[in-house]
Nanobody
Framework: QVQLVESGGGLVQAGGSLRVSCAAS????????MGWFRQAPGKEREFVAA???????YYADSVKGRFTISRDNAKNTVFLQMNSLKPEDTAVYYC?????????????????WGQGTQVTVSS
């Protein structure tokens, strides 16, 4: 069992930056793929970024070049650095963990989820 707790969300102006974190506890963190998803009001949850067991990363086209996912296995934490934020990035951001260790982008593949953290970008 893996428990995930997100933090670092908040309100930021368009063009600004924010870093959200996800602390994990439970099974060996380093073996899991970690992903970030987001859900805006009235919309379906969508993939944002993922980092594999080996450190490979993958991004949604909408955030490529602006967001960076990273992990610190010693601290059991995954980060999402968000730069050049846009109002359309406003959403609840969720951290997720997948036992496969490989890059996966579909939410159905992730076994564990955090409660989410709100990110609001004002125009």
């Amino acid at each position: 069992q893996v428990q995930l707790v997100e933090s670092g969300g908040g309100l930021v102006q368009a063009g600004g930056s924010l870093r959200v974190s996800c602390a994990a506890s439970g099974r060996p963190f380093s073996t899991y793929t970690m992903g970030w998803f987001r859900q805006a009001p009235g919309k379906e949850r969508e993939f944002v970024a993922a980092i594999s067991r080996g450190g490979s990363t993958y991004y949604a086209d909408s955030v490529k070049g602006r967001f960076t996912i990273s992990r610190d296995n010693a601290k059991n934490t995954v980060f999402l650095q968000m730069n050049s934020l846009k109002p359309e990035d406003t959403a609840v951001y969720y951290c997720a963990a997948d036992r496969s260790g490989n890059i996966v982008t579909m939410s159905v593949h992730y076994e564990y989820w955090g409660q989410g953290t709100q990110v609001t970008v004002s125009s």
